[in-house]
T-cell receptor
Framework: NAGVTQTPKFQVLKTGQSMTLQCAQD?????MYWYRQDPGMGLRLIYY???????DKGEVPNGYNVSRLNKREFSLRLESAAPSQTSVYFC?????????????FGNGTRLTVT | EDQVTQSPEALRLQEGESSSLNCSYT??????LFWYRQDPGKGPEFLFT?????EEKEKERLKATLTKKESFLHITAPKPEDSATYLC???????????WGAGTKLIIKP
């Protein structure tokens, strides 16, 4: 099984440019998440989708939008990239809510905004 | 405020030298505590879930324990392949989502 697949693996943007990070899971999981990981900090939740058709803000949603395209796919969009959005972005999925079932992570997208 | 702190930030051990990683937390009612392993350039991988004080879980050379204020990840006779960053996360009764620590980078030298 592929698990959670993220594309692209690396991206460099200029300030003000837009892009969409793609995520797909093949485990028939209900919940999907977008996190960012910065040096010296814990993972921070950007947005999550508890089930197909629903999305909710996490801890750091400003500057981002998401789309739960179907049960498999959950995309993250940066409309106008800023240097503060330089980070590693992880998509994750779980069968149920995170306390009841483990999160399965993709291998991340490393984004640099200049 | 709910918070998770991991220590030390980094730990270097010789192969076979046992030690422990710490995860201390303050939450308004613990629903669960989770340990993950993260290899360089990869996403975190689930290791354990602990729900109540006194609970222990084991997997190969790793054993996780839980008290009312902290969790320990004990590593016994580690091997170089145990080198990774170990992440701790908690879920509070009042919040659906996980609160993550910054991790401990473990390096095992042959």
């Amino acid at each position: 099984n592929a698990g959670v697949t993220q594309t692209p693996k690396f991206q460099v943007l200029k300030t003000g440019q837009s892009m969409t990070l793609q995520c797909a899971q093949d485990m028939n999981h209900n919940s999907m998440y977008w996190y960012r990981q910065d040096p010296g900090m814990g993972l921070r939740l950007i947005y999550y989708s508890a089930s197909e058709g629903t999305t909710d803000k996490g801890e750091v949603p400003n500057g981002y939008n998401v789309s739960r395209l179907n049960k498999r796919e959950f995309s993250l969009r940066l409309e106008s990239a800023a240097p503060s959005q330089t980070s590693v972005y992880f998509c994750a999925s779980s069968k149920e809510e995170p306390g009841n079932s483990p999160l399965h992570f993709g291998n991340g997208t490393r984004l640099t905004v200049t | 405020e709910d918070q998770v702190t991991q220590s030390p930030e980094a730990l270097r051990l010789q192969e076979g030298e046992s030690s422990s990683l710490n995860c201390s937390y303050t939450v308004s009612g613990l629903r669960g505590l989770f340990w993950y392993r993260q290899d360089p350039g990869k996403g975190p991988e689930f290791l354990f879930t602990l729900y109540s004080a006194g609970e222990e879980k084991e997997k190969e050379r790793l054993k996780a324990t839980l008290t009312k204020k902290e969790s320990f990840l004990h590593i016994t006779a580690p091997k170089p392949e145990d080198s990774a960053t170990y992440l701790c996360a908690v879920q509070a009764n009042s919040n659906y989502q996980l609160i993550w620590g910054a991790g401990t980078k473990l390096i095992i030298k042959p």
